[in-house]
Nanobody, 115 residues
């Protein structure tokens, strides 16, 4: 089992940047597919990006070209660099770890994009 804790959320103006961090503890980090999801008010939780232990990445269309997911296996950290933020990026962002169908979630970090 793995425990996840996000940090780095906050308020940013449109066009600005923010970096989210996720610290993992517990089981071996490299066996998991790590990811970021987000949930806006009144909407379902949606995938933002994932990264495997071999650093293969996958992005939702809304994140392509603006967001970058990365990881540091030695530190058991996952990051989401978000650039050119838009008001529609406002959501609670959740760190996720998945292995063999089991999903683990962090508590979430609020990101608000507003002028």
């Amino acid at each position: 089992q793995v425990q996840l804790e996000e940090s780095g959320g906050g308020l940013v103006q449109p066009g600005g940047s923010l970096r989210l961090s996720c610290a993992a503890s517990g089981a071996s980090f490299s066996i998991y597919v790590m990811g970021w999801y987000r949930q806006a008010p009144g909407k379902q939780r949606e995938l933002v990006a994932t990264i495997t232990g071999r650093r293969s990445t996958n992005y939702a269309d809304a994140a392509k070209g603006r967001f970058t997911i990365s990881s540091d296996n030695a530190k058991k950290m996952v990051y989401l660099q978000m650039n050119s933020l838009k008001p529609e990026d406002t959501a609670v962002y959740y760190c996720n770890a998945e292995s063999l169908g089991d999903h683990y979630w962090g508590q979430g970090a609020q990101v608000t994009v507003s002028s």
